[in-house]
């Protein structure tokens, strides 16, 4: 079991269901209003007109009915009006205002057979105010056992007493243990509850009097369930909101305007159901302003302009999902608040085409009636001085359930507030009915809780008010539940004397809408008189288009906005049958359209008929000139578009699973530009080695070309020494001198001889400084020494300079001379 504290939202009724119902029964209504003159008011006297259902004591009485006698019902304490006496049948024309239909869809038909035919005899209305009930209506409603098998402690031997049953108390009951109410309820379902107890109240309040309907008793006795109901068995407050727009319906001589507020008092705190930030919990509180013997004003409270059965709901369902609920010991969807659900509603009379009949007043006083030539109170109320507006309040109030302490410390602080409040309703109801007994007028404490204070202009007097006193059947609840009907004993000793409320033309939402809708209209006939003052070719010409452009966006909005306010204030004509559920009809006409707009929209309409049926011609023109292949060329073009999407798709899916595939194999471009790094480093590194190795060769081989070069040098001093030397014979000379013995050929011959042992001076593997081996055998390859390249004639022609080779001991020491200056002599 939770014991946190929720929105209530699933309770209220079903609108389709609801609305079927209302629907035939409605156009039943209208059609019978069509061919009957239209009845006044239900609470007005009655026709002569059978009525089978429970009447008040008096009309009881006085008819000699055979129903028991009611005692402690609503009495009547003014004298019966002429009208009442006249009418015959009722002598005072009270009977019927407990109409008692079957269900809520006969209370349709009450209209017609409550109705009063005073075509043409306005004398014969019987004064509202004289119809007045002084009375609480108390009723009973023992909720169903839930536990077939058990018994109920209440025994209801008709339907107006009750008392505890021989399982609740072996003995027989005593006086006191025996009540009496206006009806006892022991039903599952609402209607027959809902017209006794509450239709009167409706009625009453649309005749322009404040009413009052709450439900009170023990925690799970059925408040809820009576006030709301559920989508199979709708409560009072539906019932309630169908019967308003049945009876302005059936009202054509009125016009209205309905708001409606809902409200919770929760732990003494005042809440607006309707506020944005209500379902979150963080709406603002309500204050309760005034109330000192005149009315309380609910600062801070939201009221909504409603103009459909299906509009209302909606704001009805907005406050129930915003109310908060909690699971307790006793009920899964136990109320933890006292809510409040307002519908303010104000009416004045209208005329043929709904301008202010009160305004047109005849030559005797009187005013003009209506198109239904029938009589409204309204015009007597004109009489006594000026426009006036009749508003009214009616409040349905649900409240929270007396309860035990629980073990849910939250839920046992909620029932404190709520046990608290319901003693100061009960001390202020005593209060009120011994004040009326002893006709006394002790201090009433309404100031005690917020409920009481609220309800204080209500309860002082100036309401119609009924209430509903829910009993739990069960063995275990006899104690509150005896104090439940103790509450209602005490609560039919409260004596009422509600009066209509007129008020000044200002004060009302519905003249000043209905005065802004004049101004509006009066403005809009000055533009559209101006307009036709000039031929429309001049004005045209006068005008520059941005001023037409304007003037035509002035007019749309003056049209626009007098459409809106109308449309909130309901009269019977323009008043939907609520369910919004029949198809808008296919030709609307604006009767408040001014004939300028008119004339535009039927041209505007006649223009695009003649661009249609262009529209048409052209149409069907192509349509004959396509040749007769078409449908085998559409199909074939067809095939090609279904191939060609087909290919696409394939290449779509083609592509995507490439992708899909790169996505999956292939390394990231990260990861390839890491390993690329990598690679490019190494690369990096070996060119430089390279660039090093590089400048080594060059150097040894710059070396290697210098030795060369000495050497060549040295080649050819030696060479022009030994030719000189031979021709100058010494080489025999010496040869026979000399321990070697002298070569035949001379010193060229032995040089000759010698060259081929001569040593070349080499590069080993081991000079290079970087050691690699092949590459210097492959350089040595490219580049071979001098030596080597010299041609092998070239030796045989060298000449040497003897005299140079004589004067050094080394070879270039002997030479001492540059090349140049030891060139061989030719
Ligand atoms: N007349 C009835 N017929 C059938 N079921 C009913 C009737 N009255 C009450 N119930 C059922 O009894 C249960 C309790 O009713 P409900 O919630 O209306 O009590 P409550 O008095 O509003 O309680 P609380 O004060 O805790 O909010 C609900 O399940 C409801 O459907």
């Not at 699933?10 to 059609?31: C, K, V, Y």
């Not at 739990?472 to 103790?486: F, G, K, R, Y």
Request: proline letters at 6%.
């Amino acid at each position: 079991m939770s014991s946190t504290t929720t929105s209530k939202r699933s309770s209220g009724f079903t609108p389709a269901r609801a609305t079927r119902s209302t629907t035939t029964t409605e156009r039943d209504l209208s059609s019978r209003l069509a061919r009957t003159p239209a009845p006044i008011n239900t609470i007005l006297p009655p026709t002569t007109k059978k009525y089978k259902a429970p009447l008040s004591t008096e009309a009881r009485a006085r008819k000699g009915s055979t129903l028991p006698s009611v005692p402690g019902s609503p009495s009547k304490s003014r004298p019966a009006s002429r009208a009442g006496s006249r009418l015959g049948g009722e002598s005072d024309g009270l009977a019927p205002l407990f109409p008692p239909p079957k269900d809520v869809e006969d209370s349709l038909v009450d209209f017609e057979t409550v109705g009063v035919d005073l075509t043409g005899d306005a004398e014969a209305v019987a004064p509202l105010e004289q119809v007045a009930v002084d009375k609480v209506m108390v009723s009973v409603r023992v909720r169903p056992k839930t536990n077939s098998h058990s018994h109920s402690a209440w025994s209801v031997p008709d339907d107006n007493t009750i008392h505890p049953s021989s399982a609740a108390s072996p003995t027989p009951p005593t006086a006191s243990q025996k009540f009496t109410f206006d009806k006892v309820h022991t039903a599952h379902s609402t209607s027959a509850l809902y017209a006794s107890s509450a239709r009167p109240q409706v009625h009453a309040f649309m005749g322009g009097y404040n009413a009052v309907v709450f439900a009170y008793g023990q925690t799970a006795s059925g408040k809820t369930y009576t006030l709301s109901g559920t989508p199979e068995e709708p409560g009072i407050i539906p019932r309630a909101l169908r019967d308003i727009f049945a009876f302005i319906r059936a009202t054509p001589e009125r016009e209205y305007l309905l708001r409606c507020s809902y409200l919770e008092i929760y732990n003494e705190t005042i809440y607006d159901l309707l506020a944005p930030a209500a379902g979150a919990g963080q709406a603002k509180g309500v204050e309760i302003q005034g109330g000192g013997g005149g009315e309380v004003v609910l600062s801070g409270l939201r009221e909504e302009v409603v103009t459909s059965l299906a509009n209302v709901r909606e704001v009805l369902r907005r406050g129930e999902g915003n109310r908060r609920t909690a699971s307790t010991d006793w009920n899964e969807r136990s109320s933890r608040s006292h809510s409040v659900f307002r519908i303010v509603c104000e009416s004045r009379e209208r005329g043929e085409r709904g301008e202010d009949r009160s305004s047109t007043p005849t030559t005797n006083g009187r005013h003009t009636p209506g198109l239904s030539g029938r009589q409204t109170p309204g015009p007597r109320l004109q009489a006594k001085g000026g426009r006036s507006v009749q508003s009214s309040v009616l409040s349905l109030i649900d409240l929270a359930g007396s309860e035990r302490a629980t073990s849910d410390k939250e839920r046992t602080r909620e029932g404190r507030y709520i046990n608290t409040s319901l003693l100061t309703l009960g001390t202020v109801i005593s209060t009120l009915a011994e004040n009326a007994a002893k006709g006394k007028s002790d201090h009433v404490p309404y100031r005690n809780s917020k409920l009481t204070r609220m309800l204080q202009p209500s309860l002082s007097g100036n309401a119609r008010i009924s209430v509903v006193c829910t009993v739990n059947p069960d063995l275990s609840a006899v104690t509150e539940s005896m104090s439940t009907l103790q509450f209602a004993r005490r609560i039919k000793g409260v004596h009422l004397n509600a009066q209509k409320k007129e008020i000044v033309d200002t004060d009302a939402l519905i003249e000043r809408y209905r005065k802004e809708i004049e101004d509006l209209k009066r403005r809009l006939a000055e533009r559209e008189e101006e307009a036709s003052r000039e031929a429309p070719t001049l004005r045209t010409r006068r005008l520059s288009a941005r001023e037409q452009i304007d003037e035509s966006k002035a007019m749309t909005d003056l049209n626009a906005r007098i459409k809106q306010l109308t449309k909130l204030i309901l009269t019977s004509q323009t008043v939907g049958n609520g369910d919004d559920s029949r198809p808008a009809s296919p030709v609307k006409i604006d009767f408040d359209a001014s004939p300028y707009q008119l004339q535009e929209e039927l041209l505007a309409a006649k223009l695009q008929l003649e661009s249609q049926s262009h529209q048409i011609l052209s149409l069907e023109a192509t349509l004959l000139a396509r040749p007769d292949e078409t449908a085998t060329t559409v199909s074939e073009e067809d095939s090609e578009k279904d191939k060609l999407i087909a290919e696409q798709a394939r290449t779509i899916r083609e592509l995507e699973n490439t992708v899909r595939e790169n996505a999956n194999a292939g390394p990231t471009k990260e990861q390839m530009e890491a390993e690329w790094e990598e690679k490019l480093e190494v690369q990096i590194k070996l060119v430089k080695e390279k660039e090093a190795w590089a400048a080594e060769l060059v150097r040894q081989l710059e070396k290697e070309r210098r030795i060369r070069i000495q050497l060549e040098e040295e080649r050819k001093a030696l060479a022009a020494f030994v030719s000189k030397f031979d021709s100058l014979g010494m080489g025999l000379l010496s040869a026979a001198s000399s321990p070697v013995k002298p070569s035949p050929g001379g010193a060229a011959a032995t040089f000759s001889s010698r060259k081929e042992s001569r040593q070349q001076p080499q590069i080993t593997p081991d000079t290079s400084p970087i050691r690699m081996s092949l590459d210097l055998a492959m350089t040595s390859k490219m580049h071979p020494s001098l030596l080597e390249q010299m041609p092998e004639e070239d030796w045989n022609d060298v000449s040497f300079e003897a005299e140079s080779w004589s004067r050094g001991n080394t070879l270039s020491r002997v030479l001492g001379v540059s090349s140049k200056e030891n060139r061989p002599l030719m």
